[in-house]
């Protein structure tokens, strides 16, 4: 069982958004598409988890904050985002950051 | 630098992976693997369709369409910090507008723009005039440049006539005519119809009235051109309320018209403060283009200060694309 909150981003998106496609043309079935999604969420989280060595800092103001069934969302405000230990990478006025327990898994 | 490529090179992995590891499940289904290969293709353009791989400006070293780059990079900032900073009072405003808008959809078009100046400041006198011309319609002139003289503010009343006004004739048998008290609850619920935004607010408004309406009866009796506005109501449908307030001498009116403009804020002032609670926080705050995916290890808080511990995250910043193993937060509440 992998995480499915990374369908949530610009990889997750663009992969349901063919998905969808060839729904709609009649290629592959709802349940094949569901398949590959579950596929997608092993492999991203297995890259993830193996294949990412970046360390970043965060630096901002906490706008709002949530607890709900094990998952955090921030909202922050005015946030450096920093790889460590000092080059920037860029800066944002709002940021929403979502995350699940990464111990549960 | 967790620069584009390296980005780049996770998420075909990731493609790749997906893509060998479904095989069997389309061979199972029996789908061509013409598919699977046109699912890969679709996958790819679309990402780079996303932009969310270009390289940033100084890194340029992989050409990528470098007019592209500058052009984004400004756009999400800017529009990240209007949103935050001037996205709400503007929301108010169009609310405003919006709600009170509506009656004269149905009625007359220059009362938005009335509206929504009436609720922040004070209007000015070419509104004015264009009140003046509709209820002179009415027959009215020489009530209403009364009222101008009095105060700008008092645009509101006429607001009110107007949609009452405009409001049908057969509405008039539901109103008790007998005192001007009782003629203005009905046309609550008129409003209402009218407006369905409207309608917790006319509802709170109603209590409102039942207030004034004590007051208005203390003078009331002291004034026998009361009794001729109501006989005047019974034949004239819409304008019952209005005449009651004209046929008042100056004083009265300037009281009434203050009445009738605490009336409106009351109306208004809910609105908004209901659309704030209710529908602007939640969907405004969380919607923000800068999301970050990740996974938390350890959150604390001490007072208001916390700080994150975060792994696995993938960022989209900017409308760039970032990934991290782990990552530190500070912020402050």
Known sequence: MSYQLYRNTTLGHTLQESLDEQIQLGQISPNLALKVLLQFDKAINQALANRVKVKISFKGKLNTYRFCDNVWTFVLNKVDFREAPVQEIVKVDKVKIVACDGKSM | ?333
């Not at chain 2, 700008?152 to 109103?175: E, H, M, N, R």
């Not at chain 2, 290890?297 to 792994?311: E, P, S």
Request: net charge negative; aromatic share 6%; proline share 7%.
């Open chain 2, 1 to 333: 630098m967790t620069t584009s490529s390296q980005v780049s090179k996770l998420y075909q992995t990731v493609v790749d992976d997906v893509i060998n590891n479904v095989k069997e499940a389309f061979l199972d289904e029996g789908v061509d693997e013409q598919v699977l290969q046109e699912l890969k293709q679709l996958w790819e353009s679309k990402l780079a369709a996303s932009k969310a791989l270009e390289p940033f400006p100084q890194e340029a070293e992989v050409v990528l369409a470098p007019s592209n780059v500058p052009m984004r990079m400004p756009q999400p900032k800017a529009s990240a910090g209007a949103e935050a900073a001037a996205a709400a009072p503007s929301g108010h405003a169009q609310k405003i507008a919006g709600a009170v808008a509506q009656p004269p959809q149905t009625t007359l078009q220059y009362q938005p723009s009335d509206a929504a100046q009436a609720a922040t400041m004070a209007l000015p006198a070419g509104i004015f005039r264009q009140h003046l011309a509709t209820l002179g319609a009415g027959g009215q002139v020489q009530n209403i440049a009364v009222q101008q003289t009095g105060s700008g503010q008092y645009i509101t009343l006429p607001q009110f006539q107007t949609q009452q006004q405009a409001q049908p004739v057969p509405i008039q048998p539901q109103q008790p005519q007998q005192t001007g008290q009782a003629v203005r609850i009905p046309i609550q619920p008129q409003q209402q119809q009218q407006n369905f935004l409207q309608q917790q607010q006319q509802q709170q408004a109603q209590i409102f009235h039942a207030g004034q309406l004590l007051q208005q009866q203390l003078p009331g009796p002291g004034k026998g051109a009361q009794g001729l506005s109501q006989l005047d109501g019974n034949e004239d449908t819409s304008s019952s309320e209005d005449d009651d307030d004209f046929d008042l001498d100056d004083k009265d009116d300037e009281e009434k018209e203050e009445e009738n403009e605490e009336e409106q804020r009351e109306e208004e002032d809910p609105l908004n403060s209901a659309d704030d609670v209710s529908d602007e926080d939640p969907t405004e705050l969380f919607d923000t283009e800068n999301v970050v995916v990740c996974q938390y290890d350890k959150i604390n808080r001490n007072k208001n200060k916390w700080k994150f511990y975060l792994k696995d995250g993938i960022m989209n910043l900017n409308g760039r694309d970032f990934v991290f193993q782990k990552a530190t937060g500070d912020a402050e509440w």
